[in-house]
């Protein structure tokens, strides 16, 4: 496929989003938003204890009808505060995919975890819950304390699923597999909120899931995190580690374990609180210019990324396939000359020096995929 034939969807875009540079994302704000920081500002509550860190945290649970929600700094250290309550430790596995941004590996590594990549599937481009069985039934070792990699020796602690630009992977099925081998499922689905499998929010399969609201998400605190879990134990002790494991009620300082200070400001969590107000109409935003991407993609004979069958997508980025990689760099270099940002898919990990030595299962449909995804932009004025 030729440039010509990508060029009409990059008019088409700029016809949708206006002139000037068009970005992959784009936040709006109300007045609402406003009003709301600046009333954090004159309560001078600005920092990580606030009554805006606990609405924000019970406004985005309730939406995905978790029970209890614990917000961080941002979504890679709410994850490595998920991992490490499951009971990730150093000289532990983690299984989990390569096509991903790199904070999913980078939250396993900061625990001294070692990240073992699994292949993707190509309609949700989450992880494979054939390639993970595989992977179990050839190397896994179910033993009284939990499941072993029979080759290395070391304790399989974690499963990784991310759901791919938004897109919720076959969460069910991974989640029986892992059920089975008794290996905690914690869910990356930074990029997730407002995704659902049937009638259950992304994130809430495992034991626990993550959310992010870095800038470039559904809804943005500025930087920001969420673990979100239906376990009372797990998410009380990440709200403890969270907050430099201080002794609750304690008077003085006293820290009964290593912690962390990963706790919310509550300025950043009265920004997301106003967004949480919105959050309906802004998904709408989304698949509304999803369904114009699927409309133009179909007349000009492009793949486009779609929700997968029985998903419910937010459409956090919106995707293409081209037919090979020098395609897909040609389409992106001719995009962001003109202006409208487009970009590859993210390297895989084990692309990256420091996971080019993690054991991986070959990641046939991993390097399809990044061979010749492109993003789109994703937002509507």
């Known amino acids: 496929m ?3 034939h990508t060029q009409p969807l ?7 989003l206006g002139s000037g540079p068009l970005p992959l994302h ?10 709301a920081v600046i009333a954090c500002l004159e309560s001078g509550i600005v920092s990580s204890v606030g009554p805006d860190v606990e609405a924000f945290e019970v406004a985005v649970a309730d939406f995905a ?26 000289s532990c596995e983690v299984l989990t995919q390569a096509l991903t941004f790199v904070a999913t590996a980078n939250a396993i590594a900061y625990l001294g975890a070692q990240p073992v990549f699994i292949d993707v599937e190509r309609p949700t ?10 992977f179990l039934y050839r190397h896994g070792d179910l033993r009284d304390d939990g499941c072993y ?26 989640s029986d597999i892992c059920r089975r081998w008794r290996i905690p499922l914690v869910e990356d689905a930074a990029e997730g909120l407002g995704s659902w499998r049937g009638d259950r929010h992304v994130g809430t399969f495992g034991q626990v ?11 943005t605190t500025g930087g920001g995190g969420l673990l979100i879990s239906d376990d009372p134990v797990l998410a009380s002790r990440a709200r403890h580690l969270s907050t430099t494991a201080k002794k609750p009620g304690s008077p003085d300082y006293f820290h009964d374990e290593l912690g962390y200070n990963f706790r919310m400001p509550n300025l950043n969590a009265s920004l997301g609180r106003a967004q949480m107000d919105r959050i309906e109409p802004m998904l709408r935003s989304r698949r509304e210019l999803a369904r114009r991407y699927r409309d133009r993609c179909r007349d000009l004979g492009l793949a486009f990324i779609d929700e997968p069958e029985g998903a419910y997508s937010n459409f956090w980025l919106n995707g293409i396939v081209l037919e090979t990689r020098a395609e897909r760099e040609a389409f992106v270099e001719s995009s962001n000359k003109q202006g409208v940002m487009t970009r590859p898919i993210w390297r895989l990990m084990v692309d990256l020096p420091m996971y080019a030595d993690c054991w991986n299962d070959g990641l046939t449909v991993s390097r399809w995929l990044e ?8 937002w509507l004025p």
């Open 2 to 4: 030729s440039e010509t």
């Open 10 to 16: 990059i008019d088409s875009i700029r016809d949708w």
């Open 26 to 35: 784009r936040s709006t704000f109300s007045v609402v938003e406003r009003e």
């Open 65 to 90: 009808k978790a029970r209890f929600g614990v917000a961080t700094v941002n979504g890679t250290h709410a994850l490595q505060l998920a991992l490490r309550v499951v009971g990730v430790e150093a």
């Open 125 to 134: 481009m989450g992880l494979c819950p054939d390639a993970l069985q595989a």
């Open 149 to 174: 990699n029979r080759l290395t020796g070391a304790r399989i602690a974690a499963c990784v699923p991310m759901h791919t630009l938004g897109h919720p992977c076959r969460i069910a099925d991974l």
């Open 209 to 219: 899931g993550v959310l992010s609201f870095n800038g470039n998400k559904i809804i």
């Open 371 to 378: 061979a010749r995804v492109a993003t789109l932009p994703s």
